[in-house]
C-alpha cells in the first residue's frame, strides 16, 4: 500500500546534539512538509519541497535543517540550535498543484530532549 | 493570504449526543475545504473534503460538514457522537488557484471528548 513512512516513532535526544527524522513516501508525490506540532499549537509549517532538490523555509525554520535529493525521501535534521525541539514532528506529501487531493500524513515521530 | 480559525479548542460532549465543531476562513480566492482527524500519536486523516457542487459533504463513520460561502464557514457535525470519536480534528483550506494559495492552511484545531 502506498503511504508515508516516518521513523523512528519516538527518538531521544541529547542537549547540543543533532538529530535526523526520517520521512520517505511511495505516493510518486512531488511535494512534501514538515510540521511540528505542540499542544494547543495546532500544526506550524516548518519547510516544505515542491520538486527534488529545492525546499523552502516555513513559519519556523529556525534550528532546522532539510534536503530533497530524491523524490522519495525528505529528512528533516533538528540541529542543536533549536532551542525547544521537544514536540511531535509530522510529515506530509502532496501531488503539486493539485490542492484539490489534500495532503497525506505520516504517523509522526515524537522527540524528546533528555 | 488565508486563514482557518476554529472557534473552540476544546468540547466536551457526552455519548450519544449531537456535536458541532466550528470552522471559519478566509480567503481572497475560490477555496477546498477538509476536515481531518487525529487521534493520540498517530498522524493526520483525512475525515471530508468540499470541492464544488453540494455544498453538504458526509464521511463514511457519519460526519457531515456543510459549506456555507456567504458566512465562510465549514462545520463539521455528527447528529450522535462514540466513545471512539474522541480526537482532534482539524479544518484546513487551501485556494484554488495561484502559487503559494496551493499549501494547506490549518486551524489549530478542536479536541473532541466523548464522555460515557
Known amino acids: 500500500d502506498g503511504g508515508i513512512t516516518q521513523s523512528p516513532k519516538y527518538l531521544f535526544r541529547k542537549e547540543g546534539q543533532n538529530v535526523t527524522l526520517s520521512c520517505e513516501q511511495n505516493?510518486?508525490?512531488?511535494?512534501m512538509y514538515w510540521y511540528r506540532q505542540d499542544p494547543g499549537q495546532g500544526l506550524r509549517l516548518i519547510y516544505y519541497?515542491?520538486?527534488?532538490?529545492?525546499?523552502q523555509k516555513g513559519d519556523i525554520a529556525e534550528g532546522y535543517s532539510v534536503s530533497r535529493e530524491k523524490k522519495e525521501s525528505f529528512p528533516l535534521t533538528v540541529t542543536s540550535a533549536q532551542k525547544n525541539p521537544t514536540a511531535f514532528y509530522l510529515c506530509?506529501?502532496?501531488?503539486?498543484?493539485?490542492?484539490?487531493?489534500?495532503?497525506?500524513f505520516g504517523s509522526g515521530t515524537r522527540l524528546t530532549v533528555v | 493570504a488565508q486563514s482557518v480559525t476554529q472557534l473552540d479548542s476544546q468540547v466536551p460532549v457526552f455519548e450519544e449526543a449531537p456535536v458541532e465543531l466550528r470552522c471559519n476562513y478566509s480567503?481572497?480566492?475560490?477555496?477546498?475545504l477538509f476536515w481531518y482527524v487525529q487521534y493520540p500519536n498517530q498522524g493526520l486523516q483525512l475525515l471530508l473534503k468540499?470541492?464544488?457542487?453540494?455544498?453538504l459533504v458526509e464521511s463514511i463513520n457519519g460526519f457531515e460538514a456543510e459549506f456555507n460561502k456567504s458566512q465562510t464557514s465549514f462545520h463539521l457535525r455528527k447528529p450522535s457522537v462514540h466513545i471512539s470519536d474522541t480526537a482532534e480534528y482539524f479544518c484546513a483550506v487551501s485556494g484554488k488557484s495561484g502559487g503559494s494559495n496551493y499549501k494547506l492552511t490549518f486551524g489549530k484545531g478542536t479536541l473532541l471528548t466523548v464522555n460515557p
Open positions: 480567503s481572497s480566492v475560490s477555496v477546498y
Open positions: 519541497s515542491q520538486i527534488v532538490n529545492d525546499f
Open positions: 468540499y470541492l464544488s457542487g453540494s455544498t
Open positions: 506530509a506529501s502532496s501531488i503539486q498543484y493539485r490542492p484539490n487531493y489534500g495532503y497525506t
Open positions: 505516493l510518486n508525490h512531488d511535494a
